[in-house]
């Protein structure tokens, strides 16, 4: 009789709500211990969503009642961590599956045809959720993935930068806008007797001076001078660290040696191979 179909139901209803509990607490075991691999994972979770909320929705008087929808969230949060192939075929499958339990119905009661349409939509759906999802997931990991193999080359290249800075005989100094050292090559750690963090003013005034009288535009010429007590005479060369930026670049060429002219005074190669002659 209906009535003792419907009481089938009830009991149905609950014993499955009963299962599908019992059934996510077993989950949670292969999601802490991380195996198996996170799609194997996907695929038993969405699996288990579709077996219990097709029985629930059975046991609702099927698609009408609502409860389909609860498969929207699981098939997007699948989607996610999967490729699109796998992501559609879900989809597919649960989208037979409520098609399967309308079928199954329509053997036990009279089901109108708006309830098969019901059906589709929901199926359409799902589609389009998990399509969405997984487009959106992919474009963010090749986001991710661009963005990791840029920061390795600019990585790289830093630390290429810093080695060839740090082996060039010519002093390299770079000051932050409260004039301290941030970065010294081996050559200007050697003439200026200084470190990183400490205040150009404490370690060379004449220096200091030099780099306030450029920062003011007063400077147009570089001139030689002692960067300290005891040192070989220098000449400076600033320049801006970035655009706008208050730090400094600090250059000082090789000091010049007996016999020797300093190597900021080098006279390079003129047209043709021809060196110009000397003042």
């Given at each position: 009789?209906?009535q ?25 075991a292969?999601?802490?211990y991380?195996t ?6 996907a695929?038993?979770?969405f ?11 059975f046991?609702?008087?099927g698609?009408?009642?609502?409860l ?10 699948c ?6 192939r ?22 036990h009661?009279?089901?109108v ?45 830093s630390?290429?930068?810093e080695?060839?800075?740090e ?27 200084a ?21 003011k535009?007063l400077?147009?010429?570089p001139?030689p ?7 070989d005479?220098?000449?400076?060369r600033?320049?801006r660290l970035?655009?706008g ?8 060429p ?5 016999g ?20």
């Open positions: 009789s209906m003792a179909f419907a009481d089938l139901r009830i009991a149905w209803f609950y014993n499955t709500c009963i299962a599908y509990g019992l059934a996510a607490l077993l989950l949670v292969p999601a802490f991380q198996p691999r996170i799609s194997w994972q695929h038993l979770h699996g288990t969503d579709v077996i219990a909320v097709t029985s629930l929705v046991a609702a008087d698609v009408p009642s609502g389909g929808m609860l498969l929207v969230t699981p098939a997007i949060g989607s996610l961590v999967l490729s699109p796998m992501a559609i075929l879900q989809a597919a499958v649960a989208t037979l599956a409520l098609f399967g339990e309308e079928i199954i119905r329509q053997l009661e009279n089901v045809s708006s309830e098969f349409t019901q059906t589709g939509l929901l199926g359409l759906l799902l589609f389009l959720s998990s399509g969405t999802a997984n487009a959106v997931a992919t474009r963010a990991r090749r986001s991710e993935a661009l963005a990791e193999r840029t920061g390795s080359e600019l990585a790289n290249l630390r290429l930068n080695t060839i800075v082996r060039m005989q010519s002093g390299v100094a770079v000051l932050d806008g409260n004039d301290r050292f941030h970065l010294l090559n081996a050559a200007a750690r050697a003439w200026l007797r470190k990183p963090g400490d205040e150009l003013a404490k370690i060379s005034s004449p220096l200091h001076a030099a780099l306030t009288q450029w920062r535009g400077l147009p010429e001139q001078l002692l960067p300290r007590a005891g040192a005479e220098v000449i400076p600033f320049s970035g655009t930026a208050a730090g400094a670049v600090l250059h000082l090789e000091p010049a040696r007996a020797q002219e300093p190597a900021a005074q080098v006279n390079l190669p003129g047209p043709r191979g021809r060196r110009p002659a000397s003042g």
